[in-house]
């Protein structure tokens, strides 16, 4: 019969980190599982927050190779969850990258993520490319495992 696989069409990843400890931090569950989806394909499990006091209770407790933080969020918005995890008592704290996901991608927006110590962002929705870029920029050497034949 028919092969069920073909419904299905996700551009092939050029590696996979399944050991990276990724943190997805969004209101909207919806896109926690679209961001899970698209993780999942780098072998990636990722943990996720609906608000940004969670988070900074999360980074508490673990060490994060990344923290994708959503922008908009009510009580903590992402600029106010990353300061309080930047605050967070231990060095790794202060250098993990978090990298903002937001709607909003005019110049000004970039600026300010950037001038608030983000490490870079992503436009909503995600885009594989993009991710891509940004987890081989920011995941340890170590975590990452090259596909063969992969460039």
Partial sequence: ????ETAVKTPEVSFTAPDAKI??????EVNLLVARGFMKRYGINIEMATRG????????KKKYDI???DHLMPEMDGIETAEAIRKIDNDYAKYIPVVALTANVAEDVKKMFMDKGFRGFMSKPIQSNVLSEILLKNLPEELVIKKEGAE
């Fill in 1 to 4: 019969g028919k092969e069920k």
């Fill in 67 to 69: 923290i994708f933080m």
């Fill in 53 to 60: 006091t969670d988070a900074v209770e999360m980074v508490k």
């Fill in 23 to 28: 943190l997805v931090v969004d209101d909207n």
